[in-house]
């Protein structure tokens, strides 16, 4: 079973190499991303991946027509939330098993792969029959029995960096996944907690860069819940996949106005295209495609 950083750990699989983590500079490091295939789709291949949708899934008109629309402008696969980790109890949870329905029916239209939190160990069985890949949230990134329990299943498991994790912590967190079996683990930076209040999360570029030296796995980034507002998206997102990133995971709603959750930071469908139209200049300068993709086995 390959590990997940190279040779040159030192304590676990995972305590990596340079200055920033632990470090034995004698050994040899092992950075070269392992693809990992997304139903259709692919992440840590030479083209870019664009996971697009709605925070949460509220209904089916509103599910089927952003999928329609980010299909068409460029995305290789569909997010939506049916479990909201929602930080008031008050607040919208999610459609729960209903948006799974709705995510199965938006994938048969759209061909696109679903991914999906799943936050719930008792859950995992049920969307992983349904999903392409199981998002773990950055709230859920140290609860070890839901990484045990999805690292028991073989789907992919998107996972993001906890509010005030280190890098060393998210390795970590992906090694509990990895023991169980289950190698296809998407590394994702959605921002992290820091003393600046002008952006909801601090978008750690370094990140990118870092966890792409030290380590196989595909990296992606959320530039939306980093951000907090729609207008700081774009150049996030330009910046991560500047740095190295392999793909981007990107909230967009047809009317974020009146989204359940996180409207301030969703795209509408315009601002969702000129994304696309402004990244493929960067992919190119940094040797990377936004292309339409297949996996090759
Ligand atoms: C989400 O993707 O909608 C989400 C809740 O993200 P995070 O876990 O990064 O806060
Ligand atoms: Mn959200």
Do not use: W
């Amino acid at each position: 079973m390959q590990k997940i950083v190279g040779a040159r750990s030192r304590v676990t699989s995972f305590t990596a190499t340079s200055a920033a983590l632990e470090c034995d500079e004698s050994l040899q490091l092992s950075s070269i991303t392992k693809p990992i295939a997304m139903g259709e789709a692919v992440v840590g291949g030479t083209a870019l991946t664009i996971i697009a949708g709605p925070c949460s899934v509220e209904g089916r008109g509103m599910l089927n027509d952003t999928a329609s629309a980010v299909r068409r402008m460029g995305a290789h696969a569909l997010r939506g939330g049916a479990y909201k980790p929602r930080t008031s109890p008050h607040s919208f949870q999610g459609m729960g098993d209903a948006a799974l329905d709705l995510l199965a029916e938006a994938r048969a239209e759209s061909g696109l792969p679903i991914v999906s939190e799943v936050m719930d160990p008792r859950h995992v069985e049920r969307m992983a029959s349904v999903v392409d890949v199981l998002q773990i949230g950055a709230r859920s990134m140290q609860n070890y029995a839901l990484l045990a329990e999805v690292g028991r299943t073989r789907v992919p498991v998107l996972l993001k960096r906890g509010l005030s994790a280190t890098i060393q912590e998210l390795l970590h967190a992906a090694e509990h996944i990895r023991v169980q079996g289950n190698e296809a683990i998407i590394l994702c930076e959605r921002g992290i907690r820091t003393f600046e209040p002008s952006t909801r999360n601090t978008l750690d570029v370094s990140a990118v860069a870092v966890l792409k030296a030290e380590t196989h796995l595909p990296v992606i980034v959320d530039p939306s819940h980093a951000a907090g507002n729609a207008s700081l998206v774009t150049p996030l997102a330009l910046a991560a996949i500047a740095a190295g990133a392999d793909g981007l995971l990107i909230e967009v709603h047809p009317t974020p106005a009146s989204a359940m959750s996180d409207g301030e930071q969703s795209l509408d469908f315009a601002m969702f295209g000129d994304l696309m139209r402004r990244l493929g200049p960067i992919a190119n300068a940094v040797g990377r495609t936004l292309a339409a993709q297949r996996m090759v086995a």
